[in-house]
């Protein structure tokens, strides 16, 4: 399947392909289009992070949100990104740490990549490394 969002990415649109390669569509494909793209005249494939679209921004909510609501994701470490995702991509007044640390490496993978494809490439090794420490921070508190 195809997935639609707009061109150079930031924190929910390298976030939502992680999220959507990992837990919804293995074979997702990305396309990257620009800022402006009336997202009504996308004929070929699931537009995400853009406005007025089912998986975007609604509320105080971000696209990860939008993804994990639709498709049920009840993963605890998977959850616990979710929160930083949120936060880094919603700018509230008290961010915390990590979400202000997600905001800034993802400035920079932007800066030392080509292109957005690249960037999800690079970027996916710190949300498996993410997960990765979750997982086992969850599975060290259940013994």
Known sequence: MKWVT???????????????????????????????????????GIPFDMKGVELGHHGDKCTFDALMEKYDIQDGAVKK????????????????PLAVALSI???????????????????????DALYAYFKQEIEDKSK
């Open 6 to 44: 707009r061109e150079k990415v930031h924190v929910d649109r390298v976030a939502c392909p992680w999220l959507i390669k990992r837990f919804i569509d293995p074979d997702a494909e990305f396309v990257f289009v620009p800022r402006d793209t009336d997202p009504a005249t996308i004929k070929e």
């Open 81 to 96: 990104i979710q929160m930083i995702v949120r936060e880094a991509d919603t700018h509230p007044e008290n961010p915390s």
């Open 105 to 127: 490496l993802a400035r920079g993978y932007r800066l030392i990549c080509k292109d957005d494809h690249e960037t999800l490439k690079k970027e996916f090794y710190l949300y």
